[in-house]
């Protein structure tokens, strides 16, 4: 993995020491995370301790006072011991996010300390069982009674879903004013009327405590709005995908470069016909084109980290990259099984893995085929 552009030497040791705590707290324990769909609650805790958690939100709020830079060295770190099973980047790139930029100084002073130490895992709930991109349509309703608002719905495919104690709710506060009747509410997961579904059987990422959530009059005061007004989610939601969209961008570069390094490895050491698979002209061509790929995709990438870090980051361009780098790290992945064999078929080869927690990339933060429709708004 090239170092890249926007890595500083403080980045780096940050680098040397996220790496150390992956491959020591999460590398060893990834095939149960996987059998029991959710990674271990006090994982959450020790990340906290080391400061690997809210490293992009204000020192006064409990945070590392970085930038996404240090999200992003995380990320990709991460993905070096090829686990999906964690969902510490929606935790601490979003979530964290969306309180730091609408909460009021009382919802950022109580609720992001416990982000950043652990004691509190967030996550946001906005797809419903019919409503996946299409955001004006949701149908989960929070309604005024009193000073509370009363909310029902049910939403799914929720991120840190099974272990989440706050909520970034999606729901309409006004029913019959389509993108304007949209807000964001905070609800914690111990109220009554909120439960949790079944953690959700995916083709990949096993381990990821993915659930559906269920809001039955759940009640939680208006205070609990995120914003100073209702009807801002629509416009809160767009201004924060950029940033969601850039960190799955990050973590499928990150993936590719995984691979093919894996890949180059296994095809040096396994021989067929009496010689390693690397020496026939089919694989030396294939590992060339994910390589060439793999180094345009980083460099597309470190060019947005750099715009994103200066505040330059356009809604295409960020559409672009999310597109272009998921869709070409799950050709790389298929590329990359292939020159496995049969074993790339097999869930104990990292390659596997890779290629079926690639194919979710597509989906997720929007649909590629939505990132097209946002480029092509633009031309």
Known sequence: MAKPSWE???LTALRDMARAFCEKEIAPNSERYL?????????????????????????????????????AVLIEEQARVVDSSWGQSLHNGIIAHYILAYGSEEQKKH???????GEVVGAIA?????????????????????????????????TNGGQADLVITVVKTDTSA??????????????????????LDKVGMKGQDTAELNYSGVRVPQSNLLGEEEGLGFIQLM????????????????????????????????????????????????????ATDAHIGRVFVDDCIEKHLRG????????????W???????????????????????????????????????????????????????
């Open 8 to 10: 500083t030497e403080e």
């Open 126 to 158: 906005m797809t419903e069982p019919g409503t996946g991109s299409d955001l004006q349509s949701v149908k989960t309703k929070a309604v005024k009674d009193g000073d509370d608002y009363v909310i029902d719905g049910n939403k799914t495919f929720i």
């Open 312 to 323: 330059e980051l356009d809604i295409p361009t960020v559409a672009m990259a999310k597109y």
């Open 178 to 199: 389509g993108a304007k009747g949209i807000s964001l509410v905070l609800v914690e997961t111990d109220r009554e009327g909120f439960s949790r579904g079944r953690i």
């Open 239 to 290: 201004t924060q995908l950029p940033q969601e969209r850039l960190i799955i961008a990050v973590a499928a570069v990150a993936g590719m470069e995984i691979a093919l390094e894996k890949t180059i490895e296994y095809t040096k050491d396994r021989t067929a016909f009496g010689k390693p698979i690397f020496a026939f002209q089919n694989t030396k061509f294939k590992l060339a084109e994910v």
């Open 325 to 379: 780098t998921t869709d070409t790290a799950m050709k790389a992945a298929d590329t990359c099984l292939q020159l496995f064999g049969g074993y790339g078929y097999m869930n104990e080869y990292p390659i596997a893995r890779l290629w079926a927690d690639n194919r979710v990339q597509l989906i997720y933060g929007g649909t590629n085929e939505i990132m097209k429709e946002i480029i092509s708004r633009s031309l």
């Open 35 to 71: 059998e029991q769909h959710h990674v271990d609650r006090d994982l959450w805790n020790k990340a906290g301790e080391l400061g690997l958690l809210c490293m992009s939100i204000p020192e006064e709020y409990g945070g590392g006072g970085g930038t996404f830079a240090h999200e």
């Open 111 to 117: 609720w992001l300390p416990k982000l950043a130490s």
